[in-house]
């Protein structure tokens, strides 16, 4: 495919200089959040009551299950009964959850001549974890459709020991035993680790979500 240069004239630079107040001011004008000059989605206004419920009053729950979604999503989470934020909450972490396990097996795949055997092992120690903990949590995900919320909260439970496990590995790469040092012998160990960290920060979220439902059900 030909490469295509494209390049811009004095006029055109001045002209979209010109639109860059013209957008933050649209930008206001519509309400839409700026944080560090980008627009941020919106999250809802007013919390619905099913959701404060479900989050136990929890503000780090209701902004979780919130962030990264569209306005449909949003209009959607504002009528969810107790079941269906149970099953948002779980389909949001399977997401994150698969796309740490994607760093992983990309790592493993592409850079296999690059990576040392530590190194390679402990990536390996923790897809061999991730998938079934993946696999886990779409189990709880069709046990929450067909309203079997214990079963679901047990499937969850183990697959949160799952991603756990992993951890040990990671750690003994750092090159030093303090928990609050981010130093890892190399780059790849320090991405796979710092992304792990990011999903299990908000992990316990959907167990407690399920537990609210579970305790809510009449089955």
């Known amino acids: 495919m030909a490469l295509i240069s494209f390049s811009l004239s004095r006029r055109s630079n001045s002209f979209l200089i010109k639109l860059i107040p013209l957008a933050f001011f649209l930008c206001l004008s519509l309400q839409l959040p700026i944080v560090n000059g980008r627009i941020q989605l919106q999250t809802l206004n007013i919390v619905p009551p099913n959701l404060a419920k479900a989050c136990n009053n929890n503000n780090e729950c209701i902004s979780w299950i919130q962030t990264d979604r569209s306005k449909a999503d949003l209009d959607s989470l504002q009528k969810a009964d107790l079941k269906t934020i149970g099953f948002l909450a779980l389909k949001k972490i399977e ?125």
């Open 95 to 219: 997401q994150e959850a698969t796309n740490v396990s994607i760093t992983v097996r990309m790592k493993l795949l592409n850079n296999s001549d690059k990576l040392s055997s530590d190194t390679q092992q402990a990536l390996s120690d923790c897809n061999d974890h991730f998938i079934p903990a993946i696999e886990l949590i779409n189990d709880a995900v069709d046990s929450t459709v067909n309203d079997a919320f214990n079963d679901a909260i047990n499937y969850y439970t183990i697959a949160i020991t799952d991603f756990e496990v992993c951890y040990p590995r990671l750690k003994a790469m750092r090159t030093a035993n303090s928990v609050d040092v981010d130093d890892y012998v190399d780059n790849h160990i320090a991405e796979v680790a710092n992304a792990r960290n990011a999903l299990v920060k908000f992990i316990h979220i959907p167990l407690d979500i399920l537990k609210v439902v579970a305790a809510s059900s009449p089955h």
